[in-house]
């Protein structure tokens, strides 16, 4: 049996392409403050503030189902196609899975509508549960949290 997989959705937003993509380039100090109950803290790890962009490490504390975790990640960017990917290198993930990596893809729909698609890959350490449908969904809310943010 596979240990490896790939959950993928999609959610449209009414926020412009550019915004969305912008604050998690440029303007990631600020998602503490736009989604608190998900995100408490982002520290940069290696790298600055002012040069976050493409290879720059990060520490998030979050919390999901009632319990704080805490990732680090290697961020990359493809600013033509607009997507954003979190690789992840260590942290609580990692007591079930091998590899833990999602991404932001942004669409234009409109002048003033994105659609975000979704996608979580992951390895897991082991056969049977738990699979990653929680973080999934955090990355969902976190979409929506910075679409209220934004309008």
């Not at 490896?4 to 550019?18: D, M, Q, R």
């Not at 998690?24 to 790298?47: T, Y």
């Not at 729909?109 to 350490?125: A, C, D, H, M, V």
């Not at 979409?143 to 209220?148: R, T, V």
């Amino acid at each position: 049996m596979t240990l490896a997989g790939k959950l993928v959705s999609e959610v449209e937003i009414n926020t412009p392409p550019h915004r969305f993509y912008k604050l998690f380039k440029e303007q990631i100090a600020s998602i503490p403050n736009i989604s608190p109950n998900l995100i408490q803290n982002v520290q940069i790890h290696d790298g600055d503030w002012s040069k976050h962009g493409h290879g720059s490490i990060k520490l998030w504390n979050y919390t999901i189902d009632n319990r704080a975790e805490v990732v680090k990640e290697r961020v990359e960017f493809d600013d033509k196609k607009l997507v954003i990917r979190v690789v992840g290198l260590e942290g609580d993930v990692f007591e079930h899975y091998k590899t833990f990596i999602g991404t932001y893809q942004v669409i234009p729909k409109g002048p003033n509508r994105s659609g975000i698609i979704f996608t979580l890959e992951y390895e897991k350490l082991r056969d049977g549960p738990p699979y990653p449908q929680k973080y999934h969904e955090a990355m969902n809310s976190l979409a929506k949290d910075i679409e209220a943010h934004l309008k």
